[in-house]
């Protein structure tokens, strides 16, 4: 694997140095995020466009008023641009991209949200409904839009705080798992953790512990995928509420970490600024024409060719 990106939702530069890199293996700089929310932060992550240029604000990418959903996107996710370029690419569970888009060997979207068949590229890649249990807890996946957040809402009310660490935290290590063990061989893999975020939220007390362990799967999925290149990020950070006490609130600074990269002269970084820099790995640039962010038609198309006997 020539790059491992790693998506940490709601994490901060001061909890990856001491938790996630506490030996400082990685340059470490601040991601600053014009609008700290999963939506438009991830989509300018993903498109290398401000949250002016892509007009997604909605926190999951959604129609609301005229803001744009993640489908209506006029340019290219820098996946979409390296697969056309014969990267290949193995991604699961990176905040707000569901539809799936049409790369291979896989994609299966996180914060999956309604129709399963968009869900997972190539559909007949399923991976099983044993994955989705472990992901319930961390994506609120919910074939009812409408009703999402549901599982955090639901838990939130039904179980202690000593309980909901307990099955997020199990979550972590089965999800970890299930990427290790179904990886396929790619230039490209992709993983995302909102593990963190789903604490932080509603119990930032627990920072500690719930950190402790997702930073210990990473370390376990980067020694185990040796990758020659890991550039880790995230869409914001957290801190705790002064209002709320034991909740925590979005900031404006997330994190941008590399290790194996060329080194960097720019030390001020945005969100948008993610995108060229993964380009730039594999000598590639964003496109100047606009393109899809999601492309569910080449998905049907080629279900249309294998039913008519054109392709196997």
Known sequence: MKLLILGLDGLSPEVWREFFDPEGEFDTYDLTSSIPISGPAWTSIYTGLTPEQHRVYHPWGRDDKDYQTHRDVRQHAF???????????????MPITWPASPVRPRFISGFWQGDESYWYYPTEKF???????????????????????????????????????????????????FY????????????????????LHVYYQHLEPAAQAIAHAVRGAIATLEPEMVLACSDHGF???AEHPGQGGHTNTGVLALRGFPEQERT????????????SVFGQE??????????REYEELLDRLKKLGYIG
Not at 79 to 93: F, P
Not at 268 to 279: F, K, M, R, S, Y
């Open 286 to 295: 964003a496109h100047s024409q606009p393109g899809e962010y999601t492309v």
């Open 239 to 241: 801190e705790e509420r």
């Open 180 to 199: 290790i063990s179904t990886c396929e061989k790619c230039d490209v893999g992709m993983l995302g953790y909102t593990h963190l975020d789903r604490v």
């Open 79 to 93: 996946w979409n641009i390296l697969y056309a370029n014969g990267i290949s690419i193995d991604a699961v569970g």
């Open 127 to 177: 991976p099983g409904d044993g994955f989705k249990a472990i992901c319930d807890p961390i994506w609120w996946v919910s074939s009812v839009p409408e009703s999402c957040p549901g599982w955090m809402e639901r838990m939130y009310v039904a179980i202690t705080p000593e309980e909901f660490l307990h099955d997020l935290l199990w979550a972590v290590k089965a999800y970890s798992a």
């Open 268 to 279: 001020e970084w945005h969100t948008w600024d993610v995108a060229p820099l993964v380009l």
